[in-house]
């Protein structure tokens, strides 16, 4: 069953009713200031760093779902309805919800009154803009009231849901003309804060939650909006909020179109304060919590405010919004004739941008408090964007690469705003360093910047202590090296990718972390995945050695390789697969010779991308197995058979119940690593019916049971074994955006960027005949025609414009601002 549908010429997921499965969200804002928005507008606002800057308040897993958002209230005689149908949930004459990139629409009328709004984050500036046009289309006059609200959340979002001993006391208010400002703890150590405005003079406003709402009300019954006539409070404490009311007389026919704005303004620390230090007098209209207080300095806000004023400036901002995404776009287009896959092509990529921007902070799933910027995880997030913001990921990669220590190992997560290592959390995740190679190699692969690699990058966030960025990875490669277990594999950690392998735990406390609490030493456990990811990453440290003209250090990394990979093939294969990892005991895990958990994707993704073994046929083994023991017809699940008991010396992937998350979930992030390896391993046919399986477009007809978004990945389905199989949690924010998108781009469509060029090789499935693919790569447009013939057949290509030469299937950079056309026949 569908919900909405595709409009793939607007690029918009177009809602068509609110009671979608679960609410369907969508990310507005780019780089600082960032909001959450549902199909029922529901979600919030925060300027950078979800947990230490929130701007207004959500609720999570309360009930109703999807509590507190921008709300507006039309009140028409004795209907109160809202636009988005939250939260009055009273029955509409029409109701429609847009999801574009960057914004959302929604289109909906109630007894002979339309309501357009638009709700969008300008490029480059702190603040949504909301644009309400109210239309009368019942053919005689209405008289109506148009009453905004949104609640403001007290900045630290943890301390927001937790300190109320404090926070009831603390909330301060101005009011002026058409803006509330809130500013809680402006006073002291904050130098921030936020206001929402509309551009008319209001009719009445509240800016206290009990005033506006009524203790005991939900909000389908706020007091005034209810009683039609505002409090005009200003909160005292308590729960501060801002509120407009706008009384609005609409001949036949006619439109009035507001704009409000919910910004974020900060201020140099002697320019705080109205009428100091050249600052403009406070004015005498103006109203706050306590009037012996000073007043804050009004000047940048209003600068803001008078940016946005008519709806001309709002379509100019909408316009360049729209040519933003266009143009970042416009770096990878595939145009297959395969409609589904064509829109995976572009959402993909939008999905990826996202995930960037927030890593794995703020959704519907993750609630902005618990985490900040994975290191592992940005790492490989860089993968899905380098084509589209080099310049983004360079600073990301620096970033990450700040918070690594001086032997190589980093801290796991980081927080935005401070870029600072999280001490809670710590570090010998060993992984972690691995993954900076790869997002270093795709960095410079994309961009052939190797300056990059001589820049210095401090350990632990140092002024003093540096090393060049090549440096740092070397730390990282020969960390793997000097971490060697009895197996001769490396040794785990903390977990490897699977944050739930969690082999030197020993847990029996419930009150203990899975992933901090370590009762044993460590020098057991061993990762045949990390094994894997050093052989695969191997070639990428190679080739940059070579580009720093370090070829002793290249022929050393790739003989560590090759002794690493022969160690897998004699102790890390299995028979039919290949193993997981070794526990502090010396057992096996992911073999036959478990009981439960006897075969685990990760190994066999990274094994057959890595091609480990190739020579004696352990990867098309491996996937043949994947095939066998781990495929259902909504993905290919984790690990099989589910442990359906805890297991002490393996963690919290025994704890989640069969069919769930790391335990036998289908993990949506490592099934790219099979769709890669099934094109590696020359067998494109079976990529595709993995990709279909779990991309999002492919799965709209059936959103009754997936439940989420069909326009971008979760990060998990329901396994085999769960109730409710099919269904999904955690969209948005998951490492299957960036690695769907390249087994889409890299892989499937066949364009990859190397360090000397660009490899052409379509590997596109049988039903697509002819495809058009364009790249950019380092300034030059390549303009790729498929003809497909045989998707597993030999690759000829011809380049018929351009003036660059094609050795096999790899093309030459183009001259910066040229275009190069290649016809690739296949088969
Ligand atoms: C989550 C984490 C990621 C981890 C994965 C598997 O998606 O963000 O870092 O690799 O789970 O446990
Ligand atoms: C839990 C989840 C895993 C996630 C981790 C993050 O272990 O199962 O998916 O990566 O938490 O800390």
């Known amino acids: 069953m569908k919900f909405g549908h595709f409009d793939d010429s607007a690029r918009e997921y177009v809602i068509d009713t609110p009671r979608t499965p679960y609410p369907w969200i969508n990310y507005l804002g780019n780089t600082q200031f960032f909001s959450l928005i549902s199909n029922t507008a529901g979600g919030y606002a925060f300027y950078t760093d979800a947990r230490l800057r929130r701007l207004t308040r959500y609720r999570y897993n309360d009930v109703p779902l999807d509590n507190n958002g921008r709300y507006f209230f039309i009140k028409d005689g004795d209907t109160v309805w809202n636009p988005g149908w939250k939260p009055m949930r009273v029955e509409l004459d029409s109701y429609e919800c847009r999801h574009g990139f960057g914004y959302t629409k929604f289109s909906s009328s109630k007894n002979g009154l339309k309501a357009d709004t638009l709700y969008m984050v300008p490029n480059g500036e702190n603040a949504e803009i909301q644009r309400i046009t109210l239309t009368n289309t019942s053919g005689s006059k209405k008289s109506v009231s148009l009453v905004s609200y949104v609640e403001w959340c007290l900045y630290n979002a943890l301390d927001d849901t937790t300190n109320f001993q404090r926070n009831f006391s603390t909330g301060e208010v101005e009011i002026e003309g058409g803006a509330i400002y809130h500013k809680t703890e402006y006073r002291e150590r904050r ?22 709402l009524g203790l005991n009300n939900n909000y389908d019954s706020p007091d005034t909006v209810m009683a039609g006539k505002s409090g005009n409070s200003v909160a005292d404490g308590w729960s501060p909020v801002a509120s407009h009311r706008l009384n609005v007389e609409l001949e036949a026919g006619a439109s009035k179109t507001f704009i409000f704005i919910l910004g974020y303004v900060e201020m140099d620390e002697n320019k705080k304060w109205a009428g100091e230090n050249g600052c403009a007098p406070a004015s005498k209209e103006l109203l706050q919590t306590n009037p012996a207080m000073r007043v804050i300095n009004k000047e940048k806000a209003i600068a803001l405010q008078k940016r946005f004023e008519t709806p001309a400036q709002v379509e100019a901002a909408f316009d360049e919004l729209k040519k933003f995404w266009d143009e970042l776009l416009s770096n990878y287009t595939l145009k297959t004739g395969d409609e589904k896959l064509d829109r995976m092509a572009v959402w993909n990529q939008y999905q990826c941008i996202v995930t960037y921007n ?262 098309i083994k491996a996937l043949d197995s994947v095939k066998k023991y781990l495929d259902t017809k909504y993905g290919i699940v984790i690990l099989d058979p589910p442990y359906k008991d805890y297991h002490i010396e393996l963690g919290e992937v025994s704890s989640y119940p069969p069919g769930y998350k790391e335990n036998a979930g289908i993990f949506c992030h490592n099934n790219p690593w099979v769709i890669i390896g099934e094109v590696k391993s020359g067998r494109p046919a079976n990529a595709w019916e993995y990709y279909k399986k779990i991309a999002p477009a492919f799965l709209e007809d059936i959103s009754e049971i997936h439940r989420l978004e069909p326009y971008v990945y979760a990060q998990m389905v329901a396994g085999k074994a769960a109730r409710r199989h099919g269904e999904a949690k955690n969209s948005w924010l998951t490492g299957t955006a960036a690695w769907n998108f390249v087994a889409l781009s890299q892989w499937i469509a066949g364009i990859r960027a190397e360090y000397d060029g660009l490899r052409v090789e379509p590997r596109l499935p049988a039903h697509v005949k002819n495809a058009t693919i364009t790249r950019v790569y380092r300034g030059c447009k390549y303009v790729i025609t498929v003809e497909n013939k045989d998707p597993a057949g030999k690759i000829a290509l011809t380049v018929t414009a351009g003036g660059v030469k094609a050795d096999g299937t790899l093309v030459a950079a183009g001259a910066k601002g040229s275009t190069v056309e290649i016809k690739a026949i296949v088969g």
């Open 191 to 212: 130098n921030h804060f936020a206001f929402y405005s509309v551009n008319a003079k209001p009719d009445g406003f509240d800016t206290d939650r009990e005033t506006f």
């Open 358 to 619: 927030f890593a794995r902070s703020a959704s519907y799933f993750e609630s902005g408090i618990g985490r900040g910027i994975g290191f592992r995880d940005t790492s490989q997030d860089m993968l899905g964007v380098v084509h589209q913001i080099p310049t983004r990921a360079r600073e990301r990669l620096f970033d990450v690469a700040s918070t690594q220590f001086e032997d190589g190992s980093a801290y796991h997560q980081f927080q935005p705003l401070t870029k600072r290592g999280n001490a809670d959390v710590g570090s010998h995740f060993n992984d972690d360093p691995l993954w900076l190679v790869l997002g270093v190699g795709g960095y410079i692969r994309e961009t052939g910047d190797v300056d990059f690699l001589k820049v210095d990058v401090p350990f632990d966030n140092s002024a003093t202590n540096k090393a060049t960025m090549f440096e740092h990875l070397k730390r990282s490669f020969h960390y793997t090296v000097k971490h060697i277990g009895p197996h001769g594999l490396p040794l785990i950690g903390r977990a490897d990718w699977n944050d739930c392998l969690n082999l030197n735990c020993f847990s029996k406390d419930p009150n203990d972390s899975f992933q901090t609490s370590t009762n044993k030493d460590g020098k057991n456990a061993e990762s045949v995945m990390i094994a894997q990811m050093f052989v695969y990453v191997a070639p990428e440290y190679a080739a940059m050695c070579r580009l720093l003209g370090k070829e002793g250090e290249a022929k050393w990394a790739e003989k560590q390789a090759a002794k690493m990979a022969a160690q897998i093939c004699d102790t890390g294969w299995d028979g039919e697969w290949y193993i997981r990892a070794y526990d502090d005991f010396g057992n096996k895990i992911g073999s036959k010779e478990c009981v439960d958990g006897k075969i685990f994707i990760e190994s066999q993704g990274f094994g057959s991308m890595a091609q480990v073994g190739a020579d004696k046929g352990l990867p």
